[in-house]
């Protein structure tokens, strides 16, 4: 199994990359078949949160849109490492909790996986989201303290 989730890791961050370079080429125009209001949306989440943007739309499953913050990460000439790292976070994430269940559960996964699957996704994405969180505000009040102190 972890041999598998390494190779689709990679197929799959690959496919990401040489997305991202075409839309990086292409420019505005590769955004040109989603409407105003998902490009909007997905510069304001990437300008918002980064890269964690980036992995939390590779935790969520179909339908979810991830093609648009790939093709918005290229026209924003977002780093091409930091997006690839995050591709590679989201996909090992996702790819491990799917191989682990298929490897526990067998064919009942695939049942499982129908009915869970978006609220498993879900979760973990919302996981992440808490844990980054809670890790900025610790560093700014960590910040806040050592300015303080020095103050003093």
Not at 21 to 50: H, N, P, V
Not at 53 to 76: D, N, Q, R, Y
Not at 102 to 131: C, D, H, Q, S, T
């Amino acid at each position: 199994m972890p041999v598998y989730v390494l190779l689709a890791t990679l197929g799959s961050t690959l496919g990401c990359v040489i997305l991202y370079y075409i839309s990086r080429k292409a420019g505005s125009r590769a955004l040109a078949r989603f409407s105003e209001a998902k490009q909007k949306r997905a510069r304001e989440l990437i300008d918002r949160y980064d890269v964690l943007s980036v992995i939390v739309a590779c935790l969520l499953p179909p339908p979810f849109p991830m093609k648009i913050f790939v093709i918005t990460t290229g026209v924003m000439r977002f780093s091409v490492v930091r997006f690839a790292l995050a591709i590679a976070v989201g996909r090992v994430f996702r790819y491990l909790l799917l191989g682990y269940l298929a490897a526990r559960y067998g064919e009942a996964a695939n049942a499982m996986l129908a009915k869970y699957y978006p609220w498993i996704g879900l979760g973990l994405a919302v996981l992440i989201i808490v844990f980054v969180s809670v890790r900025g505000l610790l560093r700014r009040k960590s910040a806040a303290v050592e300015t303080l102190e020095a103050g003093n």
